[in-house]
């Protein structure tokens, strides 16, 4: 009875650890390995660098509270928003009266009013670190950068515009805007430029 189970649990004990080194080790590695010689910027977390200096990741969204920058969807990740290693939802039911409040304050502290607003301006993502906006949110935010900037509101809306990502083949998604890059588009515009 002993040499049976012994038998039966020796195949099994071999192909768990066959399995383990395979699944474990060799997989991810030659994964690894093929990401970091393929798409190296996706493969490294998509790092956005300003000379030696990483100012952000365009796939984790950011705090950008100054008037001259769009910002980004409400967050909840973490206990002052946009913390990566927090990433969470509200979680708060549509009908909840903590969620109309926190959409009320969002509204007030952007200088929005009317039922028009687009909702990715006042309401976090399931994430909490959502990196896009849409196309909408970013020209409801145009005058007020332009503004911020000096700039004529027609060349931010244009920027829009170009920085405008459309859907994967056509369908996949949904138009978006880049909230890290757009705002470093701007800042590359030289101060009173009207090109």
Do not use: C, K, W
């Not at 008037?67 to 708060?92: M, Q």
Request: net charge neutral.
């Amino acid at each position: 009875m002993l040499s049976e189970i012994r038998n039966a649990i020796r195949p099994a004990i071999v192909l768990l650890l066959l399995l383990a080194a395979i699944l474990g080790l060799a997989y991810p590695l030659a994964m690894t390995g093929i990401a970091q010689v393929a798409m190296p910027f996706r493969a490294n977390g998509s790092m956005i660098r300003e000379n030696d200096r990483i100012v952000g990741s365009a796939l984790i969204g950011q705090n950008f509270a100054q008037s001259r920058y769009f910002h980004p969807r409400p967050s909840a990740a973490g206990e002052n928003g946009y913390d990566a290693g927090a990433s969470a939802a509200s979680n708060l039911a549509p009908g909840s009266q903590a969620l109309r409040d926190d959409i009320d304050a969002s509204m007030r502290a952007q200088g929005l009013t009317g039922p028009s607003v687009p909702a990715d301006l006042v309401t976090s993502s399931a994430s909490g670190l959502d990196p896009h906006i849409s196309p909408e949110a970013a020209f409801a935010q145009a005058a007020r950068v332009a503004a911020a900037r000096n700039l004529p509101v027609d060349q931010v809306r244009q920027r829009v515009t170009d920085a405008t990502e459309m859907p994967l083949l056509g369908f996949l998604g949904e138009p978006r805007v880049n909230v890290l890059l757009i705002n470093r588009h701007l800042d590359e515009i030289p101060a009173n430029s009207t090109r």
